[in-house]
């Protein structure tokens, strides 16, 4: 999906999904971006911080360089997911299950929402806490196979995976900034300062 490291860094302030161009007609459709530069410009614009990898180490290598950036590595970090501890263990990330004795939180996610450039996520990832009772830094590992196009895409999809017993506790997290403005549909959210580590794996 090299369509990622063309955008990455881009500045582009675009507010709409639409790409227009003065070469096409008037009458003719709008040429619709693909869903990861949406995501990416979405997520972008809500203050996220993105980091694209291209395989396992590069998400590892990522990872430290977070740490160190936020001087984190003498830190504990709250994993509630042993299979995502069994994945970073070459790390030697200092686990943690207990919410008031770590500055940051590592967790995966349900999916990537492309229209909004939301993170939809269940008690599969943060069991039955509140977004507000995590800790204020979420770095988030993800896959380019997670991004869907909206909310209502997200959640059947979770339904298909599920059909035995479907996660509670689901939630998007969309606002990584903490000064700005929220509208009703954020009503009760909370902050995170948000770092996504996606994982190319189509």
Request: hydrophobic share 35%; glycine share 6%.
């Amino acid at each position: 999906m090299s369509l990622f490291r063309k955008i990455f860094g881009s500045k582009s302030k675009q507010p709409d999904e639409e790409l227009k161009s003065d070469n096409r007609g008037k009458y003719m459709p709008e040429v619709k971006l693909p869903i990861d530069e949406r995501f990416t410009i979405n997520f972008k614009a809500n203050g996220g911080k993105f980091l694209y990898c291209d395989n396992l180490d590069e998400v590892h290598q990522n990872l430290g360089l977070i740490i160190n950036e936020n001087k984190w590595q003498d830190e504990q970090v709250l994993i509630l997911d042993s299979n995502l501890e069994d994945k970073f263990k070459n790390l030697n990330l200092q686990a943690t299950k207990k919410l008031n004795q770590t500055p940051y939180f590592l967790t995966t996610c349900e999916n990537l929402i492309a229209n909004d450039g939301s993170i939809l996520i269940s008690s599969k990832q943060i069991f039955e806490k509140k977004l507000i009772e995590l800790p204020f830094n979420f770095i988030v590992f993800a896959t380019t196979s997670q991004l869907v196009e909206n909310i209502g895409e997200g959640l059947r999809g979770i339904k298909a995976k599920n059909k035995k017993q479907i996660p509670t506790n689901i939630t998007t997290i969309k606002h990584f900034n903490s000064g700005e403005d929220k509208d009703f549909l954020s009503y009760g959210s909370s902050a995170k300062n948000l770092y996504l580590l996606l994982l190319e794996d189509l």
